[in-house]
């Protein structure tokens, strides 16, 4: 696990009893992949990409990093509001959070596309963010 995840789940984790997201999907986030018979409700994040940011005034142009972090959070409820109800506590932990990273410092953890599906009998809400980390090093 990076150290960009492990900042995610400790984010997470720390929500627990708050009423908030952890407790919406029972603690059950996942890194890349859930379990095969994961119980719903239920999410997975995972990196879609990682590029270098670079710029001409950067004395190491290699010390930022941008992330694209996406969360799809599944449901097997009923109704649509209860999955949007899990993405207005997603979005209220993670919208410009104050991850702590071990090495990095955390430039902005920004929310830029969101949408919420229905596939058979499931929903599901995809949200992305952009996550900007400059290295302390």
Avoid at 50 to 70: A, G, K, M, N, W
């Amino acid at each position: 696990m990076t150290v960009l995840e492990t900042a995610i789940m400790t984010l997470f984790n720390n929500d627990s009893g708050q009423g908030g997201y952890y407790d919406d999907i029972g603690g059950r986030l996942y890194n890349t992949e859930a379990p095969e018979n994961a119980t719903f409700p239920y999410a997975v994040f995972y990196s879609i990409s990682r590029v270098p940011d670079y710029s001409f005034t950067d004395s190491d142009p290699h010390s930022e990093e941008v992330f694209l972090i996406q969360f799809n959070t599944y449901s097997k409820d009923a109704s649509k509001l209860v999955i949007n109800g899990y993405e207005k506590n997603l979005n209220a932990l993670f919208d410009w959070s104050s991850l702590t990273i071990t090495g990095y410092s955390l430039e902005k953890m920004q929310r830029n596309y969101q949408r919420t599906i229905k596939v058979d009998d499931m929903w599901q809400n995809i949200v992305t963010y952009i996550v900007k980390i400059d290295s302390n090093t």
